[in-house]
């Protein structure tokens, strides 16, 4: 089964494709695009998703908790606009798409819902086969996040990994 994970931000978000391969997580593909319309254009109408078509489920990091916050507000909320029709759009496709706060993703990971970089980092590389020997942070977060819903997708939830 193949998952794409987008982990929004408020100026660039993390992609990954994985393969859910039993109890592992074998990297496919990522990278970070600008969080702007045309960043997710971009990925939407590229060679990524064209490649991710024949996945099973989206995973988007559910950023509404944020969208509230004055000094957040406005990038977010053109994010969340943009997860929304991504959403509806994979749904409409078929797709099972798969929302997750960062907290719920971090905690289930790491057991910390304010895991740091370095502890999510552990636990991604002690999750993930094939991965770059060096990503960044927007990358690492969304193959967190990616983990985490390939679990939610074969129904073990709650399991988590210490790192």
Do not use: Y
């Given at each position: 089964?193949?998952?794409?994970?987008?982990?929004?931000?408020?100026?660039?978000?993390?992609?990954?494709?994985?393969?859910?391969?039993?109890?592992?997580?074998?990297?496919?593909?990522?990278?970070?695009?600008?969080?702007?319309?045309?960043?997710?254009?971009?990925?939407?109408?590229?060679?990524?998703?064209?490649?991710?078509?024949?996945?099973?489920?989206?995973?988007?990091?559910?950023v509404s908790g944020f969208i509230h916050e004055p000094f957040r507000g406005p990038h977010l909320l053109a994010t969340a606009k943009v997860l929304?029709?991504?959403?509806?759009?994979?749904?409409?496709?078929?797709?099972?798409?798969?929302?997750?706060?960062?907290?719920?993703?971090?905690?289930?990971?790491?057991?910390?819902?304010?895991?740091?970089?370095?502890?999510?980092?552990?636990a991604v590389r002690a999750n993930v086969v094939d991965m770059p020997t060096s990503s960044n942070e927007h990358v690492r977060d969304a193959l967190?996040?990616?983990?985490?819903?390939?679990?939610?997708?074969?129904?073990?939830?709650?399991?988590?990994?210490?790192?």
């Amino acid at each position: 089964m193949n998952l794409l994970a987008i982990d929004p931000g408020e100026k660039a978000c993390g992609f990954a494709i994985v393969r859910l391969e039993g109890p592992r997580t074998r990297w496919l593909g990522g990278g970070k695009i600008d969080a702007t319309r045309a960043g997710f254009q971009n990925l939407l109408n590229g060679a990524l998703l064209t490649r991710c078509l024949g996945a099973d489920v989206v995973a988007l990091e559910d950023v509404s908790g944020f969208i509230h916050e004055p000094f957040r507000g406005p990038h977010l909320l053109a994010t969340a606009k943009v997860l929304g029709g991504i959403a509806w759009e994979c749904e409409r496709e078929g797709l099972r798409v798969v929302e997750l706060t960062a907290r719920a993703w971090r905690k289930t990971l790491c057991g910390k819902a304010n895991a740091s970089d370095g502890v999510i980092a552990d636990a991604v590389r002690a999750n993930v086969v094939d991965m770059p020997t060096s990503s960044n942070e927007h990358v690492r977060d969304a193959l967190g996040l990616a983990i985490v819903a390939g679990w939610v997708a074969r129904g073990q939830a709650g399991r988590s990994v210490a790192s």
